[in-house]
């Protein structure tokens, strides 16, 4: 049924719930809007991602930490900290140098927003396929059939391809989107049956194919196996082995993780892959959010601003504060 905006409460749509679409609804509810959530994965997170696997290991096998810069973004993680969701985390580091402190969920990375999602309306392994103006609102369709109807405002922080493709009717915004570069990330979660023979917890590589290796206990609170590690592989190779499957991939940068450390692994109890297909921005769109004529669609993500979660979280946060005004003032 459609709605006459004069006589219902405004309704937002969000299409993510990542960093960006998690913090977006959570100042927008705070607000006092209705928000719905959609996402297509079993968990929100997005690149915020722990999995666990066979044997009760689990892996930080996304996003690896968060920095922080803005006041805002640091007194969020003061209060994720508080509420004993997230932690610094301080590894033997292969390199020298000083950093910034490095935050982490707690116990994994996925903890980090299920404190800002408790009350949220958010509805897991819905793929939202289609968008189709209604009236004064806008009407969504997920891939298995599924109608919601009537939305004043739909978001999409998914990756700007995807999010291209749900806003393919508006030349602007497909413009804008067609300008933004995110490369992918294979990614190796495995576990030895005995100690890798390094004196780091935590490692970067400038060169060859691997570009990151991650003790996982190392990390607060995460207990499981001493031995349990995640490998990044570098852009470059990922893309030039995008299409692998699981296995194959898996396979091959064990023999590159190999070359990387210079020594042969120890044996292997598990050794799974997992292809981020949209991983890290390259070029980012330089600004917090994208917007249609009639601001009733939004697009943003940390795509917009750069690479990191913090990124992520602004754009969200920018996105809320736009769509209050334009609620407030119709």
């Given amino acids: 049924m459609q709605h006459d905006r004069k006589t219902h409460s405004p309704r937002i749509a969000i299409i993510g719930a990542g960093m960006a679409g998690i913090s977006c609804a959570h100042a927008l509810q705070q607000r006092d809007f209705a928000v719905t959530l959609f996402d297509k994965s079993r968990g929100i997170g997005g690149r915020l991602a722990t999995r666990r696997i066979e044997g009760g290991d689990s892996f930080d096998h996304g996003a690896q930490y968060i920095t922080t810069r803005s006041a805002d ?22 390199t020298d140098g000083a950093h910034h402190p490095w935050f982490v969920g707690t116990p994994g990375m996925s903890a980090l927003l299920k404190p800002l999602a408790e009350k949220l309306d958010i509805r897991l392994s819905t793929t939202v396929s289609t968008l189709e103006r209604s009236g004064n609102a ?104 995008l299409e692998l ?50 601001r009733s669609l939004f697009a943003g993500g940390d795509w917009c601003l750069g690479a990191s979660v913090e990124c992520a979280y602004r754009s969200g946060v920018a996105i809320a504060e736009a769509v209050s005004k334009r609620l407030r003032t119709d």
């Fill in 73 to 94: 973004f640091s007194a969020l993680i003061d209060r994720l900290r508080h509420d004993g969701a997230a932690d610094e985390w301080q590894p033997r580091l292969g």
């Fill in 138 to 241: 806008w009407q969504l369709q997920t891939a298995d059939g599924a109608l919601f109807e009537s939305f004043d405002v739909v978001i999409s922080t998914a990756p700007p391809v995807q999010t291209r493709a749900l806003f393919a009717d508006d030349t602007l915004m497909q413009t804008s989107l067609d300008a933004v570069r995110m490369a992918p990330c294979w990614t190796l979660m495995i576990t030895f049956a005995a100690p890798l023979a390094v004196d780091f917890d935590a490692r970067r590589f400038d060169t060859g194919a691997i570009s990151w290796l991650a003790r996982q206990a190392s990390r607060p609170e995460h207990g499981g196996s001493r031995h349990a590690w995640v490998v990044h592989a570098g852009a470059e190779w990922s893309a030039e082995h």
């Fill in 245 to 294: 499957t699981p296995e194959q991939a898996a396979g091959a940068m064990q023999r590159e993780l190999a070359r990387a450390v210079g020594q042969a692994l120890p044996d292997t109890i598990v050794a799974q892959a997992h292809r981020w297909r949209y991983a890290m921005t390259t070029q980012a769109l330089g600004q917090p959010f994208l917007t249609n004529t009639d």
